[in-house]
C-alpha cells in the first residue's frame, strides 16, 4: 500500500471543531483492527494447557500449534498493502473482518489438532492484514494537524485488546470453576475462550461500513467526486477542495515506489541502515516480550500458581502494558526516541535478570518459594512495564522515521517481516526452552536486552524533530 501522502503546506490544515468528532470516530472504527490484532494475539494464553491436555501433545507440538498463527500474520502483512490498493481500504478491513470471524468459530470447534493449527493460520492472516491497513488508512484521512495523535489510537486498540481477552478469559474460567476444560454453554472453557472473538470482529465488520473510503484510494480509482464528499467530512467544507485534490494527486505521481533491489548495497548484503531496521526489530522480540503475552498463564502454573490467579496474573500484566504504552505516547516526543530506549533496556534486563534469579530455585512443594514468588511476579510486570514505555512504541516510530525517502516502504517491509520472523522464533521455541531450564531461558533473555543498550548508543541515531526528508 502506498504511505501516506505528505501534502503541501496548504493542505495541513485544522479539522474544525464540528468536524473533529466525526474524525475520531472514524480513527476509532479502524482501530477496531488494532484491538482485534491484540485480541487475537493474546486470547490463546487461555487456551495453552487445555490444548496439550486435550490432544496430549508435547511442547514442540504445542509451541508449533501457537506460533503458527505468525506465518499467516507475515503473509497477511505483506499482501495486505496491494490488496487495499486493488480493492480499497474498507474492502480490506470487511475481509479481514470476516477471516477474525471465521478463524474465531473454527478455533471454537476444531475437529482436530491440524484443524485448529489451520484456523490459527486464518486469524494470523486477518492479524497481517489489521497491522497494515489500519495505521494506514488513518494517516490518510485524519487532518495533519491530528495525525499523530489519531494514529495512536492504532497501538492504544492493540494493547486495550490484549488487556481485554485476558480478563475475557479470567472471567471465563471462572465460570467454568477454575477447570479450562470445563464445561460451558455446551463447550469446553478454553472454546468459548476462542470463540468469544466472534463478537468484537462482528463490530469491526459492522463499523466498516459507516465509515468512509480513504480519500487517496478515492482519487487513485477516479472516484474525485465522492473524494471531495469524504474531504470535505474530515476537514470542513470551507476549505480549497479542488486544491487539496491536486495536492494528493501531485504526491501521489511523486513518490517513489521502492523495491526490494533499493535495499541492496554495503558490504553485507543490504546496505547498513537497513542492518539496524532489522537489528531493531529483532531486539523487540529475542527480549521475549510475547511470553508474557502468549504464554503467562503456562508460565505462572509452571510454578506452582493456581489456574484462575495465573489468569488474573496475566489480566493485571496487560494493564501494566497499558500504562506503559501511555508513558511512551506522552513521552516520545518530548525526551526522544533514542533515551527511552535505552531507559526501556535498562529496566528491561533487571526485570528479566530478577525472573531468571527466581526460577533458579527448586519448587517447594510444587511451587516456588514465597521470596522468589513475589519476585518473579513483581519482575515480569516491571520487565512488561519498561518494554511498553520504550521499545513497543519506540520501534515502530523508528522504522517509519528512520530510512531515506527512497527506500523507505521497501525497508520497513523488510523490518516488519524481520520481526514476525523473530516473534514466531520465541513463541516457537520457549516451551522446549522452559522444559529444559526455565532460569536459564530468562538469562538468554536478559542477555538480548542487554546487548540492545550498546546496539542502540553505537547504531541508532535519533529521528526526534527531524523531517522524513532528512534522513540519508
Known amino acids: 500500500m502506498t504511505s501516506a501522502a505528505q501534502v503541501p503546506k496548504s493542505g495541513a490544515r485544522q479539522a474544525h471543531p464540528e468536524h473533529l468528532g466525526h474524525v475520531i470516530f472514524i480513527a476509532a472504527a479502524a482501530a477496531m483492527g488494532g484491538f482485534l490484532f491484540g485480541y487475537d494475539s493474546a486470547v490463546i494464553n487461555g487456551a495453552v494447557e487445555a490444548i496439550r491436555d486435550r490432544y496430549d501433545i508435547g511442547s514442540a507440538a504445542l509451541a508449533q500449534v ?76 485524519a487532518p495533519a494537524a491530528y495525525r499523530g495523535r489519531l494514529g495512536s489510537f492504532q497501538q492504544a486498540a492493540i494493547v486495550i485488546g490484549i488487556a481485554v481477552s485476558q480478563l475475557v478469559n479470567w472471567g471465563i474460567l471462572n465460570a467454568a470453576d477454575g477447570d479450562q476444560r470445563g464445561t460451558l454453554m455446551g463447550l469446553e472453557a478454553w472454546q468459548v475462550m476462542l470463540g468469544v472473538m466472534v463478537i468484537p470482529a462482528v463490530l469491526y465488520g459492522l463499523l466498516s461500513f459507516a465509515i468512509p473510503e480513504s480519500p487517496r484510494y478515492l482519487i487513485s480509482a477516479g472516484k474525485e467526486t465522492r473524494a471531495r464528499e469524504v474531504l470535505a467530512e ?76 495465573s489468569f488474573f496474573y496475566s489480566f493485571t500484566t496487560s494493564i501494566i502494558n497499558i500504562v506503559g504504552t501511555v508513558i511512551a505516547m506522552i513521552f516520545v516526543d518530548r525526551i526522544g526516541r533514542r533515551p527511552l530506549a535505552l531507559i526501556g533496556s535498562v529496566g528491561m534486563v533487571l526485570g528479566l535478570a530478577l525472573e531468571a534469579w527466581a526460577f533458579s530455585f527448586d519448587l517447594v512443594d510444587g511451587k516456588l518459594p514465597a521470596t522468589q514468588g513475589w519476585v518473579a511476579l513483581i519482575a515480569a510486570h516491571v520487565f512488561v512495564l519498561f518494554f511498553a514505555l520504550s521499545w513497543g512504541v519506540v520501534v515502530w516510530v523508528f522504522l517509519g522515521e528512520m ?17 514476525w520472523i523473530a516473534n514466531w522464533a520465541i513463541t516457537a521455541s520457549f516451551p522446549s526452552l522452559a522444559d529444559w531450564n526455565l532460569s536459564l531461558t530468562y538469562v538468554i533473555y536478559t542477555v538480548f536486552a542487554a546487548l540492545s543498550i550498546p546496539f542502540v548508543l553505537k547504531f541508532v541515531t535519533e529521528t526526534k524533530g527531524k523531517a522524513l526528508e532528512e534522513m540519508g
Open 66 to 141: 501457537i506460533a503458527i498463527a505468525l506465518i499467516g500474520c507475515a503473509i497477511g502483512a505483506a499482501t495486505a498493502g496491494r490488496i487495499a490498493d486493488r480493492i480499497g481500504r474498507i474492502r480490506c478491513m470487511q475481509i479481514a473482518a470476516i477471516l477474525f470471524i471465521v478463524s474465531a468459530v473454527g478455533s471454537a470447534l476444531p475437529f482436530a489438532l491440524y484443524d485448529l493449527a489451520f484456523w490459527r493460520i486464518v486469524g494470523g492472516f486477518a492479524i497481517g492484514m489489521a497491522s497494515v491497513i489500519g495505521p494506514a488508512y488513518i494517516a490518510e484521512v
Open 234 to 309: 474530515v476537514e470542513g467544507k470551507d476549505i480549497d477542495l479542488d486544491a487539496r485534490v491536486r495536492e494528493i494527486e501531485h504526491a501521489m505521481k511523486s513518490e517513489h515506489k521502492s523495491t526490494f533491489r533499493d535495499l541492496l548495497g554495503g558490504s553485507f548484503f543490504f546496505k547498513p541502515i537497513v542492518w539496524i531496521g532489522i537489528g531493531l526489530s529483532v531486539f523487540q522480540q529475542f527480549v521475549g516480550i510475547n511470553v508474557a503475552f502468549y504464554y503467562s498463564s503456562t508460565l505462572w502454573q509452571s510454578v506452582g500458581v493456581d489456574p484462575t490467579e
Open 403 to 419: 530510512f531515506p525517502n527512497k527506500i523507505r516502504a521497501a525497508a520497513l517491509g523488510v523490518a516488519a517481516s524481520a520481526q
